[in-house]
């Protein structure tokens, strides 16, 4: 099936491992999705869902105990721990191919192993990556041939170029004590079996786009990072693409497909990807990013036409919901949706909702996968082989105090300290507890394939190959007010404060020094028709110096943890802040 003797030999030793009824090379095309739909249907993987609402649209829903990405048994398998990092689980590879092989050992039997041959990136373009991926998993199939480009093409590329990432998946018996995933960063390989779960099971995902590529990316000289990439068009006509970094369910998704608010006519927000961007050097000196994902694996609860009408009208046919809830008619529900919640919704495990009893009827971490093409905001750039000039890189996260609602970095080295520094709290798109605040450097905890130390280090050694780098900001939309309230109202009003960060990378305003960076000066954020005072913008855009005195032993505290591998700037980083808030005291 392929003139690649590597792929043709690792297929044929994960066959004799697996030991699968058949063996099916997926071509990506429509006959063959169909056909694998109509076989999860007959099984009862899939259920259809109403075709006069919602054509082409499916519901799957997944083991009770495999609903979300399980980082405790995520494992990166470099030959030294310390290229791992604390910020990994780490097995030696020898130790992590000696645990998982017996794992495999048979678990196919009965079942059809598909070769997924992928790409992650535009056709054409020289930084996408391709991959292949063997599961026995068919959501797994129909999964990734939204999420990026699958077949016959893919294949084409890995015969041309001859690299690409090796991902071996199986369901297994989704036992949790028989789950666990493992990268090889220096093999180019992923091992995954016992969940079906998108992060878990879609190998070019999380698992190749970021926890792979990010090691790649080191060894190569670029980035691959945790970001949406959107492009403000401004009623000039003028287009500045800015690339954000989020914690998962923190808002990026929303703010990647925002719509412009009342008042704002004449500007338009163009979606580039809504979570994971590649950026590489030009040979004009400016990063220029791609998103390798075709798709969006969004979360579902809270998403509406209030918080993102562009994803909703990107929903609604030729997508697939998982661990939602649905009504009488099959329609998808989920907690946040539009609407009077309807009576008699059958939750996301089949049974009759009773809050009291259930719970959520949709779990937390539901979610649809949809091609990005149906997105209304698409950009006309979003398959472009060269990527789009990034000018703005946005950190953020959820965070009731300490942070404003943004600040300017500095300097490229203060923009790098304010990304390893990111907190957020804990969403139910990782297992464990939710709202516990934790350090997400540039939102790549569960990500990074190798020490945050070195990462770190790879980010400032950029500021010596150019002097074109993007400006580097934070935000945090999620401060509240003693009465906990939130102060910034959000969503699409968030526009006004893209457009402050536009207006400071074209040096069209100025803003106010303070010890952690440049904030809003109180007359150059946009607040017409908001009902804000200067009282509540005070205390969003507000530095406590006691607060962040604390703030800053918390991040030295931190970045302790990595040892000596930890770049000098970012202690002198945390000097400076230091000094200058406890003056203030």
């Known amino acids: 099936m392929t003139s690649n003797q590597d792929l043709s030999e690792w297929v044929t030793q994960v066959a004799a491992l697996t030991q699968p009824e058949s063996i099916h090379w997926c071509d990506g095309s429509e006959e063959e999705n169909s056909a694998l739909k109509e076989l999860m249907l007959s099984t009862g993987d899939l259920l259809r869902l109403n075709e006069e609402t919602h054509p082409n649209c499916f519901l799957h829903r997944s083991d009770p105990k495999d609903v979300a990405r399980v980082e405790h048994l995520t494992f990166v398998c470099a030959e030294l721990e310390d290229d791992a990092g604390p910020n ?24 059809v192993m598909y070769v ?31 999420m990026a480009r699958i077949g016959e093409r893919a294949l084409h590329h890995i015969e041309d170029c001859k690299s690409f990432v090796k991902g071996l998946h199986s369901l297994g018996d989704l036992s949790p004590d028989r789950r666990c995933i493992m990268h090889f960063p220096e093999e180019l390989l992923i091992k995954s079996i016992g969940s079906g779960y998108g992060g878990n099971a879609l190998l070019g995902k999380k698992c190749h786009a970021l926890r792979i590529a990010s090691s790649q990316a080191r060894t ?17 006509g003028e287009i500045t693409y800015v690339a954000a970094a989020f914690p998962s369910a923190c808002g990026k998704t929303n703010l990647a497909m925002l719509v412009p608010p009342e008042g704002y006519e004449g500007w338009k927000i163009w979606t580039v990807g809504d979570d994971i961007a590649w950026m590489h050097l030009g040979s ?7 998103n390798p994902e075709a798709g969006f694996f969004g979360v579902a609860p809270g998403t509406s036409l209030k918080t993102n009408p562009n994803c909703m009208n990107t929903l609604g046919r030729n997508a697939i919901y998982t661990n939602v809830a649905v009504t009488e008619d099959m329609q998808p529900w989920w907690e946040g949706i539009d609407g009077e919640k309807p009576t008699n919704l059958i939750d996301w495990q089949a049974r009759k909702h009773d809050p009291e009893i259930t719970g959520k009827a949709a779990h937390p971490n539901s979610r649809f996968t949809v091609s990005a093409n149906q997105c209304p905001s698409f950009s006309p750039e979003g398959d472009a082989a ?21 600040f300017e970095a500095m300097d490229w080295e203060h923009g790098v300290f304010a990304g390893a520094s990111m907190a957020s709290e804990t969403t139910a798109a990782a297992s464990g507890q939710i709202g516990q605040v934790r350090r997400d450097p540039m939102a790549m905890k569960p990500f990074c394939g190798y020490n945050f130390a070195d990462y770190w280090a790879h980010w400032l050694s950029f500021s010596k190959k150019s002097d074109k780098l993007p400006k580097v900001f934070h935000v945090n939309w999620f401060r509240k007010a003693e009465d906990g309230e939130f102060l910034w109202p959000g969503f699409g009003e968030n526009m006004r404060v893209l ?75 945390i000097k400076r802040v230091r000094q200058a808030v406890s003056a203030e005291i």
């Open 88 to 111: 990994n689980n780490w097995m030696s590879p020898d130790d992590g191919h000696a645990k998982i092989d017996p794992l495999f050992a048979g678990s196919m039997k009965g079942r």
């Open 220 to 236: 190569e000289g670029w980035l691959a990072e945790h970001m949406l990439i959107l492009g403000l068009e401004s009623p000039a």
């Open 386 to 406: 060269s990527g789009v000039p990034i000018s703005a890189i946005i950190f953020g996260g959820r965070r009731a105090s300490v942070s404003p609602l943004v």
């Open 116 to 146: 997924i041959p992928y790409l992650m990136g535009p056709y054409g373009s020289p930084f996408s990556r391709a991959g292949v991926e063997i599961t026995d998993s068919p959501y797994v199939v129909v999964n990734m041939r939204i």
């Open 284 to 290: 004009d000196g400016r990063l220029w990013a791609i």
């Open 499 to 573: 457009e402050w960060i536009v207006n400071r990378c074209e040096g069209s305003v100025e803003a106010d020094e303070t010890p952690i960076g440049y904030v809003p000066k109180p007359d150059s954020l946009n607040l017409a028709g908001l009902d804000i005072g200067p009282a509540t913008m005070r205390s969003l855009l507000g530095i406590t110096p006691s607060v962040w005195v604390n703030e800053i032993n918390e991040i030295e505290e931190y970045f302790n943890t990595f040892g000596k591998k930890v770049p000098d700037v970012l202690y002198a980083q």
